[in-house]
């Protein structure tokens, strides 16, 4: 099931995220909550104490950046899958992390603030998937709606069903999953396990 916050739950997260960037790189260091709770408006501080912004969540965080041809490219993306945390606290963490700490790109700069585009995916529980072989696999999964989690030989990764708009193709997919995990593309194994999950998703407009 779905984690579910209505718009006004969602700008706030978004304004934290934010403000942990913009305060991190001013302070050159991490920022704190009770920090960016200080920058809020009281309608915000209001809905920041929601109970549902702290309930134990996980999330992702995706930056993006415009390249030279004004198209949105991935300039970082960390986040849980197993809920360990206050959602808002979750949120700001991985805010941080996705512009300073993931292994993919530079540190965010400065000037890069102001043209980010910050969006989040609340992840619902993981759900075991039970198949014989990679056709019967393709056949469960739902494009546009699972993200999946694939382990094998030691080695892990997983796609937000947000990948779906880029990898419509659930061969491709997989394959591509594969990869982000450093196996081959067309890799099958007897231990090859995966797992399903879904996100609420929203971005800055």
Not at 51 to 75: E, Y
Not at 113 to 125: D, E, R, Y
Request: proline letters at 5%; charged letters at 20%; hydrophobic letters at 35%.
């Amino acid at each position: 099931m779905q984690f579910k916050l209505d718009e006004a739950q969602q700008k706030v997260l978004l304004k934290l995220a934010r403000k942990t960037l913009e305060l991190s790189i001013h302070n050159a260091t991490q920022t704190s909550l009770d920090d960016v709770y200080s920058t809020l408006n009281s309608h915000e501080k209001r809905l920041y104490n929601h109970p549902t912004l702290h309930q134990t969540a996980s999330s992702f965080v995706t930056l993006k950046l415009p390249d030279n041809d004004g198209n949105m490219q991935l300039r970082g993306c960390i986040g849980s899958l197993q809920a360990q945390q206050a959602l808002i606290r979750d949120v700001s963490q991985h805010a941080y992390a996705a512009a300073f700490q993931d292994p993919r790109f530079p540190p965010v700069r400065q000037h890069d603030i102001s043209f980010l585009k910050i969006s989040i995916s609340v992840i619902s529980p993981q759900q075991q998937l039970n198949f014989e072989d990679e056709p019967d696999l393709l056949a469960q999964l739902r494009p546009g709606i699972d993200g999946l989690t694939i382990e094998s030989k030691g080695c892990k990764s997983t796609f937000l069903p947000s990948v779906w708009s880029q990898l419509p193709d659930k061969h491709l997919f997989i394959s591509q999953l594969k990869k982000k995990a450093g196996l081959p593309g067309n890799y099958w194994s007897e231990d090859f396990r995966a797992s399903r999950y879904e996100a609420f998703y929203f971005q800055e407009s």
